[in-house]
Every structure is written in C-alpha cells, then in structure tokens.
C-alpha cells in the first residue's frame, strides 16, 4: 500500500509570494492533518480536515490556509509568504478522524524555502 | 505554537545495548500517546503507541511505557542497531480528530 505523497519536495519561493503544497494520503485514509516542523519550535499542529471539512486548527495565521477534496487529497495554501515560513511541511493521515485513537502516518514532507 | 523546539537532547549508546527515550508530556487530559522515529531528510515514522488505560506495551524490539502520575512516557528499544540512530518524537492526544501535541524530540546515536 502506498505511503503517504507529498508533492513537490521541495519548493523554492520569494517574499510575497504564494505557495500550493499537496497531498494525497495512504488509500482509505479520511482524515488529513498538516504541521509544519522548523528547528526553532519542533513540530507544530497546523489544521486537520475530515470529509473535505477543517475540523481541528492550530495557531498559525490565517495567511495558512487548506483544503480536502472528494478523494481525501489535500492542499496547503500559504500566502504573503514571510522568512519565518522556512520549514518543512508535513502531511499525515489517518483511517479514521472521527475517533481518538489510531496513530497519524507521515509524508516525507515538502521543504520550503523563502528568499 | 505549542510546540517549543530546544537543543536537542542526545542519547548515545553503543551497538547491542539498550536505549531508554524519556519524554514528559504536558496535559494531564491527553489519553493517547505516540512514538515516532525521523531520520533524515524524511517524515516521522511511526513506532508504536499506548492509550491511558494502559501503563505498558511491547512492539518488537520496543517498549513503551507510560506513568500518568508524574505525566511521563518512556521509549525503550532492545539491542539498538546503528540503523536505530534518529530523532524520536513524542506525540500526545487529547482531542478528537488530528492534532497532536509533539515533544521536542531526542537525538539517538547508536556507535557501532
């Protein structure tokens, strides 16, 4: 069974700009939550979304912004992008996010740079 | 963030012993627990994972365990092996749905 996709691995982008992440979870996996990981503040929570709704968010501004479609992919949008955007994005999904319990499988993430 | 990442601790062991990962975790609420090993250049992966209604449990190779009292989680891995060398995260759960709370993590370095 395939892991979890994250496209592109890498991106490169400049202040101001905006930028697209992507996500296709493991097959039959419902539930998609991304955080982003920086050496500064280790990994943090950015927003869960389940049958194409957010349903959990964490503290980030709202120039962070997602989406879940049909298929349970899902996209990340970042826009104005400032320095402090640097990091590693990860995606995880799940079978089920309705309930508690069922550990969360990662991507391998997409690294983004800002210049 | 909830998150706060700091210097990371560093566990060295060598090759054949057994390593122990201590991780405290910060609510007294979260109920689930999980391990996960990062290597370079990749995502987390997971190892294994614990519900409060439990203090112990085995994987292979590891064991993790889990003391409520003091909000304490522990990683054991058995005869670690150079391909063991990674930064391993604790996560906690308290809520419905994703979101998970990560540790700040420790750097394994297993010497042959």
């Known amino acids: 069974k395939a892991g979890v996709t994250q496209t592109p691995r890498y991106l490169i982008k400049t202040r101001g700009q905006q930028v697209t992440l992507s996500c296709s979870p493991i097959s039959g996996h419902r539930s998609v939550s991304w955080y982003q990981q920086t050496p500064g503040q280790g990994l943090q929570f950015l927003f869960e979304y389940f049958s194409e709704t957010q349903r959990n968010k964490g503290n980030f501004p709202g120039r962070f912004s997602g989406r879940q479609f049909s298929n349970s992919r899902s996209e990340m949008n970042v826009s104005t992008l400032e320095l402090g955007d640097s990091a590693l994005y990860l995606c995880a999904s799940s079978l089920d996010g309705s309930g508690k319990y069922g550990p969360q499988h990662f991507g391998d993430g997409t690294r983004l740079s800002i210049l | 963030g909830e998150s706060v990442g700091l210097h990371l601790p560093t566990l060295s062991v060598q090759e054949g012993d057994n390593s122990i990962i201590n991780c405290a975790y910060s609510n007294s609420a979260s109920d689930y627990f999980i391990w996960y090993k990062q290597e370079s250049g990749k995502g987390p992966q997971f190892i294994i994972d614990?519900?409060?209604?439990?203090d112990k449990r085995q994987g292979q190779r590891v064991t993790v365990l889990l003391n409520k009292t003091v909000k304490h989680l522990s990683l054991q891995i058995a005869a670690t092996q150079p391909g063991d060398s990674a930064v391993y995260f604790c996560a906690e759960k308290r809520d419905q749905g994703g979101k998970l709370i990560f540790g700040q993590g420790t750097e394994l370095s297993v010497k042959p």
């Open positions: 614990i519900r409060s209604n439990m």
